[in-house]
């Protein structure tokens, strides 16, 4: 009886592994899946769970939320985790959120965006007509996404969704059409006027925030992204007032590069300015710590160097 106890213990059988002592083992498989995937996912594609259960214990795959799973270089990327919020949006149950969205359409989001727009709200799903597929996900179109985005802000956080939306192809027409749709929905009354302001020409979210404080206080509608003639130079100004001689400049550090070209987009920026102030222009600058979260001190100083150059012409 002991010898057989003994056998029992030891036996690879009797914790249920497949073990056949006269076959080889089948090398462990690494994991190709280039998505966050659930199991039913997982075994849709020809993996099992026990292969599941090596990556994770080896760390080629995490955890990112209860029942989804992703390779390791993927896991911890931020627009991963906000277009797959839950293992639902994995498998086609639930709408991506908002957040995901604007990632996989392209429009850029405010500074802060309401809380509503970071869950799977399953509670309300959109009308069958504004959802499209994208990457095999349930996705809201990309004009409801920028609609969406922009309720709860104002003009300057509206402003950065509408004129990344116009700028990847979204028609006026349609955002306006969605504003209306909605009408009597919390947020949605000032929009109108924010896609008549929209500007696809708008770089960044920074030049679009800048310039929907612009037009709140009152200041003259910029011209954007005019190009300027100095010194035999073709030079583009985020902001132009042509009446008052004046560009503005939205410095955000992104387009100073990495730190080794630094040095030399500082020159080559010093170069430009001195080339714009030669040609009799000035140049107003400001970074987003101007302009965010307090922005009257900024509008004041711009708001001076036009009355003062008013007038002046270029």
């Not at 006269?22 to 462990?28: G, N, V």
């Not at 003639?229 to 955000?252: I, S, T, Y």
Request: glycine share 8%; net charge positive; hydrophobic share 45%.
């Amino acid at each position: 009886m002991a010898v057989r106890r003994t056998l029992a213990i030891h036996s690879p059988l009797s914790r249920g592994l497949n073990f056949n002592p006269f076959m080889p083992r089948r090398p462990a498989r690494e994991c190709t899946l280039s998505v966050p995937f659930t199991r039913s996912s997982l075994l849709a594609a020809g993996f099992s769970v026990a292969e599941l259960r090596g990556w994770l214990a080896r760390g080629e795959v995490k955890v990112m939320q209860y029942g989804l799973y992703a390779a390791a270089s993927i896991a911890a990327d931020p627009v991963t985790r906000a277009i797959y919020a839950s293992a639902e949006v994995a498998d086609g149950r639930a709408v991506v959120p908002l957040l995901g969205a604007a990632a996989l359409h392209g429009i850029r989001t405010p500074p802060q965006p309401h809380p509503s727009h970071l869950r799977v709200d399953g509670r309300r799903r959109p009308p069958d007509e504004v959802i499209v597929n994208l990457r095999g996900l349930a996705v809201h179109n990309a004009a409801w996404t920028a609609v969406q985005l922009a309720r709860w802000q104002g003009l300057a956080g509206a402003l950065i969704c509408f004129d990344s939306a116009l700028a990847n192809g979204v028609q006026r027409e349609e955002l306006l059409a969605t504003v209306d749709r909605m009408q009597g929905w919390p947020g949605v009354k000032s929009l109108r006027r924010a896609v008549e302001e929209a500007d696809a020409r708008s770089e960044s979210a920074f030049e679009s925030w800048s310039r929907g404080l612009m037009i709140d206080g009152g200041l003259p509608r910029p011209t954007v992204q005019l190009v300027v003639r100095a010194q035999g130079l073709n030079l583009r100004a985020d902001f132009a007032w042509p009446h008052a001689g004046v560009l503005g400049e939205a410095d955000g550090m992104a387009k100073y590069g990495d730190a080794d070209d630094a040095r030399r987009a500082i020159f080559l920026e010093k170069r430009r300015q001195a080339a714009l102030q030669a040609a009799g222009w000035l140049l107003h600058r400001w970074t987003w710590k101007d302009v965010y979260p307090q922005h009257g001190v900024w509008l004041a100083g711009l708001r001076t160097a036009l009355q003062d150059r008013r007038g002046k012409r270029v």
